[in-house]
């Protein structure tokens, strides 16, 4: 199944309050069940410092707001997550856990986006 988390905050990115850990483990959770996970949140700032070796920009807009545009960009940073295997079997759990991404649909996905 693909999901698609929408934040305005996620641990390890940026964290204000409890929100921060729910959208932060959720989604890691989700995606250790064989889902496709997706997380979009603001770029803050502080968030472009921290990551912005890690991040992969995708491409941007403008966004028309009344009299005036603004720009809008899209990054991305995407890991793997391990599989929890359906079965009980440990092949399985083994075969999950090193598959390449292409293969295992555990891989979860966060975007940012730029202002």
């Known amino acids: 199944m693909n999901i698609l988390y929408v934040t305005s905050e996620a641990v390890p990115f940026c964290k204000t309050g409890g929100l921060a850990d729910v959208a932060g483990s959720l ?8 889902d496709r996970v997706s997380v979009i949140l603001p770029l803050y700032q502080s968030v ?8 992969h920009f995708e ?9 005036r545009s603004l720009y809008c960009g899209l990054f991305s940073y995407e890991r793997q997550v391990p599989c929890r295997a359906t079965s009980t079997s440990s ?22 986006l730029r202002r």
């Open 27 to 34: 989604p890691q959770s989700l995606a250790a069940n064989g």
């Open 48 to 55: 472009a410092d921290a990551w912005r070796d890690r991040l």
């Open 59 to 67: 491409r941007y807009t403008y966004v028309r707001l009344a009299w």
């Open 91 to 112: 092949a399985r759990r083994s075969i999950c856990r090193s598959a390449p991404r292409a293969s295992c649909p555990s891989t979860s996905r966060a975007a940012a």
